[in-house]
């Protein structure tokens, strides 16, 4: 590992292997269902399919334009920084740490403002199709609360990357690949308490039928379901969710106030029994499992990639961040596509549960139709962006495992 030429590749290596071998073990070999054969136009009209189209095709194609763009303005003050910024750079370097924290937060700016033009234009298109109830004001609003959000954090991890790397120059990706453990398990458990009350209210489930399906549910499937929140999403969009989130005390279940308000009792609890698959198979603590195999492995990765892009005498100074961040958005990119080849059977698992708690599936498939609808979502993407970005098979394949179900016996109760 000393030799310079051979580190980029034998810490390639390490993270593939890292990467695969997270994958094969995390992800789910039993409690699926093979999906049946589904055409989409048998459960949807060619109007809403069109709509669909209309609305998908350029929204994806903003998606990944400011994705390129992000990239692109990355490469571009790490590989060829403008004299200005060299310049911030040097005289940051007088103050490591915090001129570090003030590179990183810039960075988030700079990269804010590049793709900016995406963000809005993506805006604009969801009021037009219905599914954004939020003025500008309202937009704008949030879109500066998480900017800053993000600038104080990456400012902060770029303080503490530049910090491990003076203590451990050789080998800072060790103590790194242990931060990026710790804070990925901080995060989530703080965030439903901490981050995601700055953009929305959750109240408690009140009593009433819709809570003791809740409960009811939860009984059966033997869990500890936590607390059940409401979220107030309607404030945002017009489309219908539900998440679980959160470790130990925070752990908790979350239904978007559109799918208390639009969706039928025994849909509602079909999404429930979904979100209990998660806590009964312990879905979020095996995410930060997973985190803890490939997060050390693609440390090491994010070291070599700087030891290759920034020069030595950067390397302890704010001068390496926009190595570090490119390196880091590389291998996040590339990891993320192993985490996405986990988390589409593990939500599969989670249908599967969800029917057989429930043995409805009439009511799975209309719960389908109507996320798939109301939310705009190609019910069949082509493979190669379900591959790359898909944290969910797609909705004719969810609709398969209900019908599997159903032509199994499975609609009868026990």
Request: charged share 20%.
């Amino acid at each position: 590992m000393h030799d310079r030429g051979i580190r980029l590749p034998v810490a390639l290596g390490v993270a593939v292997v890292a990467a695969g071998a997270a994958t094969l073990a995390l992800r789910p070999r039993s409690g699926l269902i093979q999906p049946a054969p589904v055409k989409a136009q048998a459960y949807f009209s060619p109007a809403e399919l069109d709509r669909i189209h209309d609305y998908v095709g350029p929204q994806r194609a903003l998606a990944i334009g400011g994705l390129v763009v992000t990239g692109a303005a990355l490469a571009f003050v790490a590989l060829r920084p403008p004299r200005r910024v060299r310049r911030a750079l040097e005289r940051a370097a007088a103050r490591p740490r915090l001129g570090s924290l003030a590179a990183g937060a810039a960075l988030v700016i700079v990269i804010g403002v590049a793709t900016l033009p995406f963000s809005a234009i993506a805006h604009q298109r969801d009021v037009d199709y219905g599914l954004s109830t939020q003025g500008w004001g309202g937009w704008t609003g949030d879109l500066v609360k998480s900017e800053a959000i993000a600038a104080v954090l990456t400012g902060g991890g770029a303080a503490l990357l530049v910090a491990l790397m003076r203590r451990f120059p050789r080998r800072w990706w060790v103590p790194g690949g242990v931060a990026v453990i710790a804070l990925g398990a901080l995060f989530t458990f703080i965030a439903p308490v901490v981050l995601e009350p700055i953009f929305n209210k959750f109240t408690p489930l009140p009593a009433g039928a819709l809570r003791s399906d809740v409960l009811d549910l939860a009984r059966r499937s033997h869990v500890d379901v936590g607390q059940v929140y409401k979220v107030d999403a309607s404030r945002r969009t017009t489309g219908a969710n539900a998440y679980v989130a959160g470790l130990g005390s925070t752990k908790r279940v979350v239904l978007y106030d559109n799918l208390i308000q639009n969706y039928t009792r025994p849909e509602i609890r079909s999404v429930v029994a979904h979100e209990l698959g998660h806590v009964k198979r312990r879905d979020v603590p095996r995410g930060i499992l997973w985190l803890a195999i490939v997060g050390p492995a693609a440390t090491l990765l994010v070291q070599a990639l700087v030891e290759r892009i920034a020069p030595r005498e950067e390397r302890a100074g704010p001068a390496v961040v926009p190595a570090a961040a490119l390196s880091i958005a590389l291998v996040s990119f590339a990891t993320g596509i192993a985490g996405n080849a986990v988390s589409r059977p593990v939500e599969a698992r989670a249908d599967a549960y969800a029917l057989r708690l429930t043995h409805d599936p009439k009511a799975f498939i209309a719960v389908e139709q109507k996320l798939t609808t109301g939310n705009l979502s190609d019910p069949d993407p082509p493979g190669w962006l379900v591959d790359l970005f898909g944290t969910h098979p797609p909705a004719t394949e969810r609709i398969g495992y209900a019908l599997r179900f159903e032509r199994e016996g499975g609609a009868t109760r026990p």
